[in-house]
């Protein structure tokens, strides 16, 4: 990303969101490490890291101050909450008519077995963690024995309709957005259900067709991510399903089935919304 952005001519300065402070006695506010008393014109967010509740709203709010101090904030800290929070993803995404498995997201663990209790005559569940990512933590559910302990889900059950590609065959779509476009897009062919590449999945090239890469479009602009990794897996009667949104999307297994530069195409998006903003800025 740094070589792709120094090659638009920007200068890209790496730090760790837990390193930017709030600080009353700087001139706005904040203290972005490398910055000094300015600001930089951009932050492009790879990954929030996991502490304590208290930590992470802190991290989250030096997003939120940079977006209100007119710093440009790829992703914006609200579009990073919404796909963070898979309840929250799949609030949006079914608000908006986008084919997602039924969900259930519950704090109470009888009433997750009630659900589960209820639903499995029609099929199997999947649990995850709330703020789960890279296939960690997902379980089966077959039974409601399977309903994880309330400690190992941190006290939130989110469960989902299973949905089965096809009998014995594991795979899903990734799709990359930005810039309103598709950029890339890989299917995960797998040994077991989770296809994640973290989990053993394997990238294979695959062209998202119109349907897919149009679900993936809304599905990113519904959570009001600039760029995303959209995950969608097609039912056994070839039906797609939007699964999940990530807002801080990796694409090293993507850039191994994909002819587009992926860290040269979301840089150029940046500069360009960039030289807009400045172009509307002058224009005023
Ligand atoms: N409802 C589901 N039905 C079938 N497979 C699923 C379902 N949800 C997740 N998976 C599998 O598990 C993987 C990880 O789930 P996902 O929701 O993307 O969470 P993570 O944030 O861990 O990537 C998916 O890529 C898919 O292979
Ligand atoms: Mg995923």
């Not at 809304?218 to 939007?242: E, K, T």
């Amino acid at each position: 990303m740094q070589r792709a952005l120094a090659a638009l001519g920007v200068a890209a300065v790496p730090f760790r969101l837990m390193d930017a402070i709030f600080d009353s006695g700087a001139r706005h506010g904040i203290r972005v490490p490398g910055f000094g008393e300015s600001l930089p014109e951009a932050v492009l967010v790879r990954a929030v890291s996991a502490g304590t509740f208290e930590a992470v709203t802190v991290r989250l709010g030096i997003l939120h101050a940079l977006r209100a101090l007119g710093v440009t904030v790829w992703n914006d800290a609200r579009a990073i909450e919404c796909c963070v929070d898979k309840s929250m993803t799949s609030f949006l995404l079914g608000r908006a008519g986008i084919p997602t498995p039924a969900t259930w997201t519950i704090q109470s663990a009888d009433a997750a077995r009630r659900i589960v209790e209820r639903e499995i005559p029609q099929g199997p569940l999947v649990s995850k963690p709330l703020f789960g990512s890279q296939g960690r933590g997902l379980r089966l559910i077959h039974t409601v024995a399977d309903v994880p302990a309330g400690d190992n889900v941190a006290g939130v059950f989110y469960l989902q309709r299973f949905v089965a590609a096809a009998p014995g065959r594991f795979q899903d779509l990734r799709i990359l957005v930005t810039g309103g476009r598709v950029v890339a897009a890989m299917a995960r062919h797998a040994d077991q259900w989770i296809t994640n590449i973290k989990q053993g999945g394997r990238p294979v090239a695959a062209i998202a067709d119109a349907e897919v890469a149009g679900l993936a479009l809304r599905a990113a602009s519904v959570v009001g991510a600039d760029f995303a990794g959209v995950d969608i897996i097609r039912d056994s009667a070839g039906r797609p399903w939007v699964i999940e949104v990530n807002s801080m999307p990796a694409w090293r297994g993507l850039q191994k089935v994909t002819a587009a530069n992926v860290a040269a195409v979301i840089a150029s998006d940046l500069v360009g919304a960039l030289d807009a903003r400045s172009r509307r800025k002058a224009a005023m």
